[in-house]
């Protein structure tokens, strides 16, 4: 699937492919599973990857644009608040459920939060899988129609695959993965591997770059693992649901691009990059969008990690404060 998606000329093929091949099966009743640890594998190949690019040259421009990383990350916040409501209008929802759907932070995140407040964990982990899948499929296919492309200047440190350099790289990105495991931080996987390389080539140290079919192999498994949360029980148990959850998604997407408008009066940086930047999809999806379309992969994905952090650790305190004065805030468990 991802062969042809790449003949095709499709954007992201390696990602894209296996995700709508996996998905049109599954919906159609075919017996199929993710790979065991197959989208953790996915994760760690793109976040070691992304991390090659935070260069010391590259760490100093990104500090000189805190004020923007901050206020995409709030407007996140206010992104998600709109959406909440709309899925409240739509789905007719108990308040738990429909807020923490629609927050853009990381999926299993927002499903244990739910769960403390007595969501439905189900339709969360739905909606939070038709929001990915829509963001995947919808921006960077936006914006290879509009010509969105190779207007990076930002350069990994490492042009090469060096056998010496290589198993280093590894070592030191999967010791990041276990830090931010061990300390149960979400998107371990992503952010784990992007820290360990980051931090070394962060000092100037090349070790090498990631062969090209690792990176296509961590898109094909991350493609395949959304695929497989399609099923035809999905669509049939909860319609009116999973429409709310999908006009939900839309209007994060637009949204989160006139966010982007409104950001790029304080950054120099492309608008295609900024669109990026706030797009309400998952950090590795975005920022391996990011690298194939060459478009400030640095930016996008500090700017994706914050989000995801502030989400997580303000969306209990948020969802309290949007339901104070309705007297229907649920339950922390």
């Not at 010496?164 to 590894?170: D, K, M, N, T």
């Not at 959304?226 to 994060?252: I, Q, Y």
């Not at 400030?296 to 209990?316: D, E, M, Q, Y």
Request: hydrophobic share 55%; with cysteine; glycine share 12%.
């Amino acid at each position: 699937a991802g062969g042809l998606a790449s003949r095709l000329g499709l954007p992201l093929p390696w990602m894209l492919g296996p995700l709508f091949v996996v998905a049109g099966l599954r919906v159609r009743g075919a017996a199929l599973a993710p790979l065991p640890g197959g989208r953790q594998a996915g994760q760690w190949a793109i976040g070691t990857a992304l991390g090659l690019y935070f260069t010391p040259d590259v760490l100093r421009l990104i500090s000189e644009q805190w004020l923007l990383v901050v206020a995409l990350a709030g407007g996140s916040l206010l992104v998600g608040l709109c959406c909440a409501r709309l899925t409240g209008r739509i789905a007719g929802c108990d308040r738990p459920t429909a807020f923490f759907a629609s927050l853009p932070g990381g999926a299993s995140e927002m499903a244990v939060l739910a769960e403390r407040f007595g969501g439905a964990v189900d339709r969360i982990a739905a909606a939070h899988a038709i929001r990915v899948m829509l963001v995947v499929a919808v921006v960077p296919v936006g914006l290879t129609l509009v010509g969105a492309h190779g207007v990076d200047h930002y350069l990994p440190l490492a042009t090469r695959v060096d056998p010496l350099g290589l198993p280093l790289l590894v070592a030191v990105s999967l010791a990041g993965t276990a830090v931010l495991a061990s300390a149960r931080i979400g998107n371990a996987w992503v952010l784990g591997p992007l820290l360990g390389a980051g931090a070394v080539t962060a000092f100037g140290v090349e070790l090498s770059m990631l062969p090209q079919w690792a990176v296509n192999g961590g898109q094909m498994l991350i493609g395949s693992a959304l695929g497989c949360r399609f099923a035809p029980a999905f669509f049939r148990d909860a319609p009116r649901f999973l429409v709310a959850a999908l006009a939900s998604a839309l209007l994060g997407v637009v949204l989160s691009t006139l966010l982007a408008l409104a950001a790029s009066s304080i950054s120099p940086a492309p608008l295609a990059t900024l669109v990026l930047a706030a797009a309400p999809g998952g950090v590795a999806e975005m920022c391996i969008t990011a690298k194939v379309l060459q478009l400030g992969v640095p930016l996008v994905t500090v700017c994706h990690a914050l989000r995801v952090i502030v989400l997580t650790v303000t969306a209990p305190a948020l969802y309290r404060l949007s339901t104070r004065n309705r007297g229907e805030a649920g339950t922390s468990r």
